[in-house]
């Protein structure tokens, strides 16, 4: 096969396959656009074309019908590559796929969707020898043969079975963002998966002795904490494993509701579903500790690297959404917290645990970390040609390309310039310094909304939202004067609605699905 395609190309012109290449490479690329020369800052110019960069990257990289990005993707120059481009699923193959969904390449991610659905079957016989569970159990590190148990290793990072919540969280996603043209088809995918996962993570569940359900055994990726002088790794009811058991849960119940006809002669899903509503309401929340942080562990723990790389106690915040500003302020201010105390210590130093931070600072509406993130993304943890970098210290060089860290990156930038996961259309949440003016255009956000935004000396001169749904919340910097018009141009009526976070507004309208309205600055 591969033969034959090499002859089938030898027999075309070197031009019309440059033209078919950049036909096809336009018909996704021209889904989304930002444009930052408005401006007039370096800064802003760099962060566009990191920003183009991680779209190309995902375009070229990543199509129905091959198999997920792995860390390096397809620009691998190593027989023996770094982690053996494996999928390394504690966070930078979930990364890869941060951008897919807001940036208009939701398709690109079938092959994720693909291997997930394969992994929700292989981990059958991992959950079952290794922990006595029902459902599917997926560790840290997996490849093309869908391997699930736990590697030799040290159990910091090997004694992690959570990856399939997280994987399946993906799917969420998809159906949170419109979906495709099939939705049926998407939740019938989506379904198997998040039973799969619930059904492991309820076995997973034990009693904390304080009449709260916490997952055990329990460890936060590739981190430990010290007791006695002494690290360890494994505890129970660690942040990032009750945020996954909560979202997951969630959202096994809310495919019920919707996929009750997925599965045609399928058995009941009642009596999993009754455990999952009971867990749930029994289900530990993550802790807030003394000093107003949010713990990483069940209890405040001494940290073994205390600017460790990874913040997965901070996965309610981003790419969760549990964690926002008006529904949970206390977590919400908790989680800025440990951030800083994060990054107080170091971390941020690997190009991906960079690209988080920028997502975590967009959802925190933290200009000036956004700022530095960026400067410190694109300017020292990247390549000559902007790929990203992860140190290496065992190499001549000192680091080693990983695909994460650009395409983090890019999902943190849309995020800056519109989000949808608080039940609202969110424009221009955190707009960086050096971002004075600019427009963007076809970002999507949960709710299936479609925007294209345009700002002018950092405020809003107008958008339009494409309608997902039957009514829209916009939210916008307090102040703002907007009105809002049809396809047809006829004012649409709208009223204030709350909460909004701090120094926003909220205002709402009923809407028609697909239907495009302007949003016009400086009108009532």
Same mark, same amino acid.
């Given at each position: 096969?591969a033969?034959?395609?090499?002859?089938?190309?030898?027999?075309r012109?070197?031009?019309?396959?440059?033209?078919?290449? %950049?036909?096809?490479?336009?018909?996704?690329?021209?889904?989304?656009?930002?444009?930052?020369?408005?401006? $007039?800052?370096?800064?802003?110019?760099?962060?566009?074309?990191?920003?183009?960069?991680?779209?190309?990257?995902?375009?070229? $990289?990543?199509?129905?019908?091959?198999?997920?990005?792995?860390?390096?993707?397809?620009?691998?120059?190593?027989?023996?590559?770094?982690?053996?481009?494996?999928?390394?699923?504690?966070?930078?193959?979930?990364?890869?796929?941060?951008?897919a969904?807001?940036?208009?390449?939701?398709?690109?991610?079938?092959?994720?969707?693909?291997?997930?659905?394969?992994?929700?079957?292989?981990?059958?016989?991992?959950?079952?020898?290794?922990?006595?569970?029902?459902?599917?159990?997926?560790?840290?590190?997996?490849?093309?043969?869908?391997?699930?148990?736990?590697?030799?290793?040290?159990?910091?990072?090997?004694?992690?079975?959570? !990856?399939?919540?997280?994987?399946?969280?993906?799917?969420?996603?998809?159906?949170?963002?419109?979906?495709?043209?099939?939705?049926?088809a998407?939740?019938?995918?989506?379904?198997?998966?998040?039973?799969?996962?619930?059904?492991?993570?309820?076995?997973?569940?034990?009693?904390?002795?304080?009449?709260?359900?916490?997952?055990?055994?329990?460890s936060?990726?590739?981190?430990?904490?010290?007791?006695?002088?002494?690290?360890? !790794?494994?505890?129970?009811?660690?942040?990032?494993?009750?945020?996954?058991?909560?979202?997951?849960?969630?959202?096994?119940?809310?495919?019920?509701?919707?996929g !009750?006809?997925?599965?045609?002669?399928?058995?009941?899903d009642?009596?999993?579903?009754?455990?999952?509503?009971d867990?749930?309401?029994?289900?530990?929340?993550?802790?807030?500790?003394?000093?107003?942080?949010?713990?990483?562990?069940?209890? %405040?723990?001494?940290? $073994?690297?205390?600017?460790?790389?990874?913040?997965?106690?901070?996965?309610?915040?981003?790419?969760?959404?549990?964690?926002?500003?008006?529904?949970?302020? %206390?977590?919400? %201010?908790?989680?800025?917290?440990?951030?800083?105390?994060?990054?107080?210590?170091?971390?941020?130093?690997?190009?991906?645990?960079?690209?988080?931070?920028l997502?975590?600072?967009?959802?925190?509406?933290?200009?000036?970390?956004?700022?530095?993130?960026? !400067?410190?993304?694109?300017e020292?943890?990247?390549?000559?040609?902007?790929?990203?970098?992860?140190?290496?210290?065992?190499?001549?060089?000192?680091?080693?390309?990983?695909?994460?860290?650009?395409?983090g990156?890019?999902?943190?930038?849309?995020?800056?310039?519109?989000?949808?996961?608080?039940?609202?259309?969110?424009?221009?949440?955190?707009?960086?310094?050096?971002?004075?003016?600019?427009?963007?255009?076809?970002?999507?956000?949960?709710?299936?909304?479609?925007?294209?935004?345009?700002?002018?000396?950092?405020?809003?001169?107008?958008?339009?939202?494409?309608?997902?749904?039957?009514?829209?919340?916009?939210?916008?910097?307090?102040?703002?004067?907007?009105?809002?018009?049809?396809?047809?141009g006829?004012?649409?009526a709208?009223?204030?609605?709350?909460?909004?976070?701090?120094?926003?507004m909220?205002?709402?309208?009923?809407?028609?699905?697909?239907?495009?309205?302007?949003?016009?600055?400086?009108?009532?």
């Amino acid at each position: 096969m591969a033969g034959a395609r090499v002859e089938a190309a030898r027999r075309r012109t070197t031009t019309d396959l440059r033209a078919e290449h %950049e036909l096809d490479h336009q018909s996704y690329y021209d889904r989304a656009d930002l444009d930052l020369s408005a401006s $007039g800052d370096p800064a802003a110019a760099a962060a566009e074309r990191y920003f183009h960069l991680g779209r190309y990257l995902l375009i070229a $990289g990543s199509r129905p019908g091959t198999q997920p990005l792995n860390l390096q993707g397809i620009w691998n120059a190593d027989p023996t590559p770094p982690w053996s481009c494996d999928w390394t699923t504690n966070v930078n193959l979930p990364m890869a796929y941060w951008p897919a969904e807001p940036t208009g390449l939701a398709d690109l991610a079938e092959p994720l969707f693909g291997l997930v659905t394969d992994l929700a079957d292989a981990g059958r016989r991992t959950a079952r020898d290794f922990y006595g569970t029902r459902g599917s159990a997926v560790h840290h590190n997996t490849d093309l043969w869908q391997f699930t148990a736990p590697v030799a290793g040290e159990p910091k990072w090997s004694s992690w079975p959570s !990856a399939l919540p997280w994987l399946a969280a993906h799917l969420g996603d998809h159906l949170d963002f419109g979906a495709g043209p099939h939705p049926e088809a998407d939740v019938a995918a989506a379904l198997p998966v998040h039973r799969a996962a619930a059904e492991h993570t309820l076995d997973m569940l034990v009693p904390d002795g304080e009449g709260t359900l916490v997952v055990s055994p329990s460890s936060s990726p590739e981190h430990t904490f010290v007791v006695g002088g002494q690290e360890y !790794a494994v505890d129970a009811g660690c942040a990032m494993d009750q945020e996954l058991a909560a979202e997951v849960l969630g959202r096994y119940l809310a495919l019920t509701e919707r996929g !009750a006809h997925a599965e045609p002669g399928r058995a009941s899903d009642d009596d999993l579903a009754a455990r999952a509503r009971d867990a749930l309401d029994r289900l530990r929340p993550v802790q807030v500790g003394p000093g107003g942080d949010l713990l990483e562990y069940m209890t %405040e723990r001494i940290p $073994g690297e205390p600017g460790h790389r990874h913040l997965s106690h901070l996965y309610g915040l981003y790419p969760g959404t549990r964690i926002t500003e008006t529904r949970t302020p %206390e977590h919400f %201010e908790a989680a800025r917290m440990a951030l800083t105390l994060r990054l107080d210590q170091g971390s941020g130093y690997t190009g991906w645990s960079q690209a988080w931070i920028l997502c975590l600072a967009a959802r925190l509406r933290d200009p000036a970390l956004a700022e530095r993130s960026l !400067a410190i993304l694109i300017e020292d943890l990247s390549s000559a040609s902007l790929l990203d970098l992860h140190p290496a210290e065992w190499l001549p060089e000192g680091w080693v390309f990983q695909i994460d860290g650009n395409l983090g990156g890019t999902a943190g930038m849309a995020e800056l310039l519109v989000q949808g996961h608080d039940d609202a259309v969110s424009l221009l949440p955190t707009l960086p310094p050096s971002w004075s003016a600019g427009r963007a255009r076809g970002l999507r956000c949960r709710g299936g909304h479609v925007v294209d935004v345009a700002w002018r000396d950092g405020r809003l001169t107008g958008a339009t939202v494409t309608a997902g749904g039957h009514r829209v919340i916009l939210d916008v910097t307090l102040g703002t004067s907007v009105g809002v018009r049809d396809a047809s141009g006829a004012p649409v009526a709208t009223l204030p609605v709350g909460p909004a976070p701090s120094g926003r507004m909220r205002l709402a309208w009923d809407t028609t699905v697909g239907e495009r309205y302007t949003v016009i600055q400086g009108q009532a």
